[in-house]
C-alpha cells in the first residue's frame, strides 16, 4: 500500500508543477479551455517538444519518452518508473529501453538486446518537434534509427529500413519492439483497459489479474503467415478431424490502452511493416506485475527445413535475409470523454477517412442479407457426382415468395454456381453449372434481380485450386521451407485446397472478370484474396508478406475498377475498394484473459459501408445475436438452400449442417421487419458512443441522437429514466 500511495504521490507532485507552471505564467483557466505550460521534467525526462495538445519528454540514456496532454495534465510513460523489484536484470532491461529486440543467434532467437543492459553508441539530433537516434549495438554489430516526431495528435515513432544494418556474423535480428510498455500500468494502480483487436474487438482489464495468466494475447497482423505456420496437431482429433475453431484473423493493425480515471487514452496504429508484425498485450502477472501492450516486428524467423520434398529429415535455421519495410507506429492520443474504446474506434475511423483508406459507400441503406448454394459434389464409384442443392428456377421462386410477404430489400452471394459445383476451383471464366440452370439462365436472373432493386453477387474465391480438380504443378505457392503448401480441409471429397501466387490469380481473376462483364453483369463478391496473406517462394525467388500484400492491393484495386465489388472479411488495407463488408464477427476468440467483448470494428464502420454478419443458420442463441446486430449495426446474413442440408453430408460443404430455406422462412421475415425499421432511424449515421454500464444495461448513441438501450440480462432494468425488460432492446430518437 505504501508503494502505490508513493507511485500516486508522484503523479500528483507532477500535476502541481505543471499547475505551478499556469499560475506563474499567469495563465490560469478552467481545465476544459486551459493550454497548460509544460513542465521541464517528468519522472527523470525532458521537455524536447511541445505543441497546443501535447508535450514530449524524453530520457537520453533509454530513449524513453513520455506524452503529456497540455489540457488535462494526464501523461502516459513508456518506461517504467516504479520498479518493485521482483524483477531480474532482463525483464528490468525491458520496462525502460525505448527498442526491445530478440537476436538469432544460430538457432534460437531468444536472447534479448536492449537499450540498458547493453553497450550502445547513441548519437542523438533533436528538431523542433521530437529527435533521431542512431543506436548501434557494439557487441552484436548491428543498429538502426529511431524518429520521434509529436504530432497534432500524439507521437509516431519509426525506423527507417534503409537505417537497420547488420554488419556481424553471430547475432541477427530477430524482432524489434518499439516502446514496448508506453501506457503502461502496475498490477490495479490505475482504472481502465487495453484493447485488442480481436473478432469485433475486445478489453483487457487493467485490475489485479493475482496471476492467474500465465501468456497473454499475441497475434499475427492479418493473420498467421502460412509460409511458415501449420494447423497445430491439438486442434485436431485423431490427426484428422478439426475439433477447435481457429481463432479470429486481426483485421486492422491497431492496439489500445486507456486510463479512464485519469482521462487519458491512445489508438495505436501500425502504420509501416504491420504485414510481419505482432500485436502483443500481456495483462499484470504475466512474466512481471505490469500491464502493457505493443507492436513487435518480426525480422527474421526461424523455421523447420527439410532436407528434400519427400523426407521427414530436418533442422532449424533462420531465414537468410532479414525482412524489409519502414518500421512505424502512430499513437493517438484521446482526453476526457473520448479516452475509451468508442473514442478510439472513432478516431480510427476518423484517420482512416482523412488519409483516404476508407471510402463511404454510396447506399448504406438496409439490406437482409440471403445467400445461396448452388451445387457440390460427393464422391462416387467413380470420380465424383453433383449434388444440386439451388437452382436458378428455385431462386427465382424464393425471391418471389419474399415479395409476397413484403420483403425486397435483399442482397445475395451466390456460391457454388460455378460449373463443377462449390469447390471447383480456381474460377478462370463465366460458366455456371447446367444442373442449376447454365449460364444463361443465371445471366437473366442477376438482371431481373437487378430490375427488382436486388443486389445479387457471384462468389469468386480468388485464391484457392482444387487440385483434384485442375493442374496443380505450377504457380501454387510454396512455403518458406521450399514445401508446397496445402491447406487441410477436412472433409472427405477434397481433402486438400492449395494456394496459388499473386500472379496466377491476378491472371485469372482477369480473364473471369473479363468474360463475366461481356454478359452485362458486374456485381462480384471476392473472396480469399480479401483475407489471406503469406510469404512464399516461387521459381527459387522468395516473396514476403509485405509483396504480397502490395500485388493483392494492385489486383483488387484493378478489380474495383471494373465491377460493383465486395470483400469477405477484407482486412483493413483493403476496405477502401468494398463497397460492403461481408461476415463481419460479432463476438471474440473468448481468450480467458479477454474480460469484457466490445464492437470496435462494427463502430469503425457504421455509417460507412453495409457491413453483414457471419451466418444466422450457425449461432445456437439467436436471441442474443439479433441484440448484437441490433448493438452493431450489423445486417443480418442467411446461408440458404431449397434442398435439405441432409443430402451435403458426404460433400465438402458438410458443415453446412440447416440451411432449408422452409427452415429459415419465417426468420427471415421477421429479422427483415424488426431490423429494417431500427436501421431506418439510423441510416447513414455514425456510431458515437458505446458504452456497457454497471447494471448491464448497454447504451450505443448515434450522432444523429439516436439511442439503443439493449438489455442482455434476464430482469428488467433501469436506464436514463427508461426500464428495459430482460433480453430486450429499446430504441430512442427523441
Same mark, same amino acid.
Given at each position: 500500500m505504501a508503494a502505490k500511495f508513493e507511485r500516486k504521490l508522484k503523479r500528483i507532485m507532477a500535476l502541481l508543477l505543471t499547475a505551478a507552471c499556469l499560475i506563474t505564467s499567469g495563465i490560469f483557466l478552467p481545465q476544459t479551455a486551459m493550454k497548460a505550460a509544460a513542465a521541464e521534467q517528468i519522472n527523470g525526462h525532458s521537455l524536447i517538444a511541445e505543441n497546443d495538445n501535447y508535450a514530449l519528454y524524453m530520457n537520453e540514456e533509454y530513449l524513453s519518452i513520455i506524452v503529456q496532454d497540455k489540457v488535462t495534465g494526464a501523461y502516459m510513460e513508456s518506461a517504467v518508473s516504479y !520498479? !518493485?523489484?521482483?524483477? &531480474? *536484470?532482463?525483464w528490468s532491461a525491458a520496462m525502460r529501453s525505448a527498442l526491445v529486440l530478440t537476436m538469432v543467434y544460430g538457432t534460437t532467437d531468444t536472447q534479448q538486446a536492449d537499450l540498458v543492459n547493453d553497450d550502445v553508441t547513441k548519437d542523438i539530433t533533436y528538431s523542433s518537434d521530437g529527435f533521431s537516434a542512431k543506436v548501434y549495438w557494439t557487441k552484436y554489430q548491428f543498429g538502426m534509427t529511431l524518429e520521434v516526431k509529436l504530432t497534432e495528435d500524439g507521437v509516431v515513432a519509426s525506423i527507417p529500413d534503409e537505417s537497420i544494418v547488420e554488419d556481424g556474423k553471430d547475432y541477427f535480428i530477430?524482432?524489434? +519492439?518499439?516502446y514496448p510498455y508506453m501506457g503502461h500500468t502496475y498490477l490495479d494502480e490505475k482504472e481502465g483497459y487495453m484493447f485488442i483487436p480481436d473478432g469485433n474487438g475486445a478489453l483487457i482489464y487493467l485490475n489485479n489479474k493475482e496471476g492467474r495468466f500465465k501468456s497473454g494475447f499475441t497475434g499475427m497482423i492479418y493473420g498467421d503467415d502460412p509460409g511458415f505456420s501449420r494447423v497445430s496437431t491439438s486442434n485436431l482429433l485423431w490427426q484428422e478431424y478439426l475439433i477447435v475453431n481457429n481463432s479470429n484473423k486481426i483485421m486492422a493493425p491497431v492496439f489500445g490502452m486507456a486510463h479512464t480515471d485519469e482521462g487519458i487514452a491512445y489508438l495505436a496504429v501500425v502504420e509501416k511493416g504491420a504485414e510481419r508484425a505482432n500485436i502483443i498485450a500481456n495483462p499484470n502477472g504475466v512474466n512481471v506485475d505490469y500491464n502493457r501492450i505493443y507492436a513487435r516486428f518480426t525480422q527474421r524467423v526461424v523455421?523447420?527445413?527439410?532436407t528434400s520434398n519427400n523426407s521427414s529429415s530436418a533442422y532449424q535455421t533462420a531465414e537468410t535475409n532479414r525482412s524489409h519495410s519502414d518500421l512505424q507506429v502512430h499513437w493517438i492520443f484521446l482526453r476526457d470523454e473520448k479516452a475509451n474504446y468508442s473514442g478510439m474506434a472513432n478516431a480510427y475511423r476518423n484517420y482512416l477517412l482523412e488519409r483516404g483508406d476508407l471510402t463511404p459507400s454510396a447506399d448504406t441503406s438496409y439490406n437482409t442479407r440471403v445467400d445461396?448454394?448452388?451445387s457440390d459434389r460427393e464422391s462416387w464409384v467413380v470420380g465424383t457426382s453433383a449434388v444440386v442443392m439451388t437452382t436458378v428456377d428455385d431462386i427465382r421462386d424464393i425471391y418471389a415468395d419474399l415479395k409476397d410477404a413484403g420483403l425486397t430489400d435483399l442482397f445475395t452471394v451466390f456460391k457454388g454456381w460455378q460449373k463443377g459445383g462449390r469447390y471447383n476451383l480456381p474460377i478462370s471464366s463465366y460458366k455456371a !453449372? +447446367?444442373?442449376?440452370?447454365?449460364?444463361g439462365d443465371l445471366t437473366s436472373l442477376i438482371k431481373d434481380a437487378e *430490375? !427488382?432493386?436486388i443486389e445479387f453477387y457471384l462468389y469468386n474465391d480468388a485464391l484457392r485450386l482444387n487440385p483434384v480438380e485442375t493442374n496443380s504443378v505450377f504457380n501454387v505457392v510454396k512455403q518458406v &521451407?521450399?514445401?508446397r503448401y496445402s491447406e487441410a480441409t477436412y472433409k472427405e471429397v477434397y481433402e486438400e485446397l492449395l494456394y496459388m501466387i499473386p500472379s496466377r490469380t491476378n491472371t485469372l481473376l482477369n480473364k473471369f472478370v473479363k468474360s463475366y462483364t461481356k454478359k452485362g453483369v458486374d456485381n462480384l463478391a471476392l473472396a480469399g484474396v480479401s483475407n489471406t496473406l503469406f510469404s512464399h517462394y516461387y521459381d527459387s525467388v522468395y516473396y514476403s508478406r509485405s509483396q504480397t500484400a502490395q500485388e493483392y492491393d494492385a489486383i483488387v484495386d484493378q478489380v474495383a475498377q471494373q465491377t460493383d465489388l465486395v470483400l469477405e472479411q477484407p482486412f483493413a488495407y483493403l476496405w477502401k475498394y468494398t463497397d460492403a463488408f461481408l461476415d463481419m464477427p460479432l463476438y471474440t476468440s473468448n481468450y480467458m484473459y479477454e474480460d469484457e467483448s466490445v464492437p470496435f470494428m462494427s463502430i469503425v464502420l457504421k455509417g460507412v459501408m453495409p457491413v453483414y454478419s457471419e451466418y444466422v443458420n450457425f449461432e445456437a442463441n439467436k436471441q442474443e445475436f439479433f441484440m448484437k446486430m441490433v448493438e452493431t449495426g450489423t445486417y443480418p446474413s442467411f446461408y440458404i438452400t431449397k434442398e435439405s442440408s441432409s443430402a451435403l453430408v458426404n460433400t465438402n460443404s458438410s458443415d453446412v449442417y440447416s440451411s432449408q430455406y422452409e427452415v429459415y422462412r419465417s426468420t427471415i421475415i421477421d429479422y427483415a421487419q424488426q431490423? *429494417?425499421?431500427? &436501421?431506418?432511424?439510423?441510416q447513414g449515421a455514425y456510431i458515437s458512443g458505446h458504452e456497457i454500464r454497471d447494471n448491464g444495461i448497454t447504451v450505443v448513441t448515434y450522432d444523429n441522437g439516436v439511442k439503443i438501450y439493449l438489455n442482455y440480462g434476464s430482469a428488467e432494468a433501469q436506464a436514463d429514466g427508461y426500464t428495459i425488460e430482460g433480453m430486450s432492446i429499446k430504441v430512442v430518437d427523441e
Amino acid at each position: 500500500m505504501a508503494a502505490k500511495f508513493e507511485r500516486k504521490l508522484k503523479r500528483i507532485m507532477a500535476l502541481l508543477l505543471t499547475a505551478a507552471c499556469l499560475i506563474t505564467s499567469g495563465i490560469f483557466l478552467p481545465q476544459t479551455a486551459m493550454k497548460a505550460a509544460a513542465a521541464e521534467q517528468i519522472n527523470g525526462h525532458s521537455l524536447i517538444a511541445e505543441n497546443d495538445n501535447y508535450a514530449l519528454y524524453m530520457n537520453e540514456e533509454y530513449l524513453s519518452i513520455i506524452v503529456q496532454d497540455k489540457v488535462t495534465g494526464a501523461y502516459m510513460e513508456s518506461a517504467v518508473s516504479y !520498479d !518493485d523489484g521482483k524483477n &531480474n *536484470a532482463t525483464w528490468s532491461a525491458a520496462m525502460r529501453s525505448a527498442l526491445v529486440l530478440t537476436m538469432v543467434y544460430g538457432t534460437t532467437d531468444t536472447q534479448q538486446a536492449d537499450l540498458v543492459n547493453d553497450d550502445v553508441t547513441k548519437d542523438i539530433t533533436y528538431s523542433s518537434d521530437g529527435f533521431s537516434a542512431k543506436v548501434y549495438w557494439t557487441k552484436y554489430q548491428f543498429g538502426m534509427t529511431l524518429e520521434v516526431k509529436l504530432t497534432e495528435d500524439g507521437v509516431v515513432a519509426s525506423i527507417p529500413d534503409e537505417s537497420i544494418v547488420e554488419d556481424g556474423k553471430d547475432y541477427f535480428i530477430g524482432t524489434i +519492439s518499439v516502446y514496448p510498455y508506453m501506457g503502461h500500468t502496475y498490477l490495479d494502480e490505475k482504472e481502465g483497459y487495453m484493447f485488442i483487436p480481436d473478432g469485433n474487438g475486445a478489453l483487457i482489464y487493467l485490475n489485479n489479474k493475482e496471476g492467474r495468466f500465465k501468456s497473454g494475447f499475441t497475434g499475427m497482423i492479418y493473420g498467421d503467415d502460412p509460409g511458415f505456420s501449420r494447423v497445430s496437431t491439438s486442434n485436431l482429433l485423431w490427426q484428422e478431424y478439426l475439433i477447435v475453431n481457429n481463432s479470429n484473423k486481426i483485421m486492422a493493425p491497431v492496439f489500445g490502452m486507456a486510463h479512464t480515471d485519469e482521462g487519458i487514452a491512445y489508438l495505436a496504429v501500425v502504420e509501416k511493416g504491420a504485414e510481419r508484425a505482432n500485436i502483443i498485450a500481456n495483462p499484470n502477472g504475466v512474466n512481471v506485475d505490469y500491464n502493457r501492450i505493443y507492436a513487435r516486428f518480426t525480422q527474421r524467423v526461424v523455421y523447420t527445413q527439410y532436407t528434400s520434398n519427400n523426407s521427414s529429415s530436418a533442422y532449424q535455421t533462420a531465414e537468410t535475409n532479414r525482412s524489409h519495410s519502414d518500421l512505424q507506429v502512430h499513437w493517438i492520443f484521446l482526453r476526457d470523454e473520448k479516452a475509451n474504446y468508442s473514442g478510439m474506434a472513432n478516431a480510427y475511423r476518423n484517420y482512416l477517412l482523412e488519409r483516404g483508406d476508407l471510402t463511404p459507400s454510396a447506399d448504406t441503406s438496409y439490406n437482409t442479407r440471403v445467400d445461396f448454394l448452388g451445387s457440390d459434389r460427393e464422391s462416387w464409384v467413380v470420380g465424383t457426382s453433383a449434388v444440386v442443392m439451388t437452382t436458378v428456377d428455385d431462386i427465382r421462386d424464393i425471391y418471389a415468395d419474399l415479395k409476397d410477404a413484403g420483403l425486397t430489400d435483399l442482397f445475395t452471394v451466390f456460391k457454388g454456381w460455378q460449373k463443377g459445383g462449390r469447390y471447383n476451383l480456381p474460377i478462370s471464366s463465366y460458366k455456371a !453449372d +447446367s444442373k442449376i440452370g447454365g449460364t444463361g439462365d443465371l445471366t437473366s436472373l442477376i438482371k431481373d434481380a437487378e *430490375a !427488382d432493386g436486388i443486389e445479387f453477387y457471384l462468389y469468386n474465391d480468388a485464391l484457392r485450386l482444387n487440385p483434384v480438380e485442375t493442374n496443380s504443378v505450377f504457380n501454387v505457392v510454396k512455403q518458406v &521451407n521450399k514445401r508446397r503448401y496445402s491447406e487441410a480441409t477436412y472433409k472427405e471429397v477434397y481433402e486438400e485446397l492449395l494456394y496459388m501466387i499473386p500472379s496466377r490469380t491476378n491472371t485469372l481473376l482477369n480473364k473471369f472478370v473479363k468474360s463475366y462483364t461481356k454478359k452485362g453483369v458486374d456485381n462480384l463478391a471476392l473472396a480469399g484474396v480479401s483475407n489471406t496473406l503469406f510469404s512464399h517462394y516461387y521459381d527459387s525467388v522468395y516473396y514476403s508478406r509485405s509483396q504480397t500484400a502490395q500485388e493483392y492491393d494492385a489486383i483488387v484495386d484493378q478489380v474495383a475498377q471494373q465491377t460493383d465489388l465486395v470483400l469477405e472479411q477484407p482486412f483493413a488495407y483493403l476496405w477502401k475498394y468494398t463497397d460492403a463488408f461481408l461476415d463481419m464477427p460479432l463476438y471474440t476468440s473468448n481468450y480467458m484473459y479477454e474480460d469484457e467483448s466490445v464492437p470496435f470494428m462494427s463502430i469503425v464502420l457504421k455509417g460507412v459501408m453495409p457491413v453483414y454478419s457471419e451466418y444466422v443458420n450457425f449461432e445456437a442463441n439467436k436471441q442474443e445475436f439479433f441484440m448484437k446486430m441490433v448493438e452493431t449495426g450489423t445486417y443480418p446474413s442467411f446461408y440458404i438452400t431449397k434442398e435439405s442440408s441432409s443430402a451435403l453430408v458426404n460433400t465438402n460443404s458438410s458443415d453446412v449442417y440447416s440451411s432449408q430455406y422452409e427452415v429459415y422462412r419465417s426468420t427471415i421475415i421477421d429479422y427483415a421487419q424488426q431490423l *429494417a425499421d431500427i &436501421n431506418q432511424k439510423v441510416q447513414g449515421a455514425y456510431i458515437s458512443g458505446h458504452e456497457i454500464r454497471d447494471n448491464g444495461i448497454t447504451v450505443v448513441t448515434y450522432d444523429n441522437g439516436v439511442k439503443i438501450y439493449l438489455n442482455y440480462g434476464s430482469a428488467e432494468a433501469q436506464a436514463d429514466g427508461y426500464t428495459i425488460e430482460g433480453m430486450s432492446i429499446k430504441v430512442v430518437d427523441e
